[in-house]
């Protein structure tokens, strides 16, 4: 369990790095790409507006502005699981850090073993 909650850790640390590294958002849908929207339009991304426009839709969605909330929504969780996993219901508790794993599961490091 112990390398379960320190790979997870090091996802969301992953996770945060990339956000930043990133053209600030929010990001918005046109019809030819996505752009980031601080006062000027700048390009983040370009694709064929006939056959990529649920990709465009996608794109801007995911700007790193969702991407923070999601991680502080998910480093909240990990620390109160890693709070309650010794004193409240520690089978539950390693289901709710399971299930978070999941979501990186494609990233390397992760163990199947880990799966909820």
């Keep these: ?5 320190r790979w997870l850790g090091e996802q969301l640390d992953e996770d945060e790095r990339i956000a930043k590294a990133a053209t600030p958002g929010p990001w918005h849908a046109r019809d030819d790409g996505v752009v980031s ?11 064929d507006a ?14 790193p ?3 923070f909330n999601e991680i502080t929504f998910k480093c909240k969780l990990h620390a109160w699981a890693l709070n309650s996993l010794r004193r409240e219901a520690p089978d539950q508790v390693e289901m ?9 599961r494609h990233r390397p490091g992760y163990r199947e073993e880990w799966r909820a």
């Design 65 to 67: 502005t969702r991407l």
């Design 96 to 104: 709710v850090i399971r299930l978070i794993a999941e979501t990186y």
């Design 1 to 5: 369990m112990d390398d379960l909650v």
């Design 37 to 47: 929207d601080d006062g000027v339009h700048w390009p983040v991304a370009y694709t």
């Design 50 to 63: 006939r056959l990529g426009s649920a990709d465009v839709v996608h794109i801007s969605e995911h700007d």
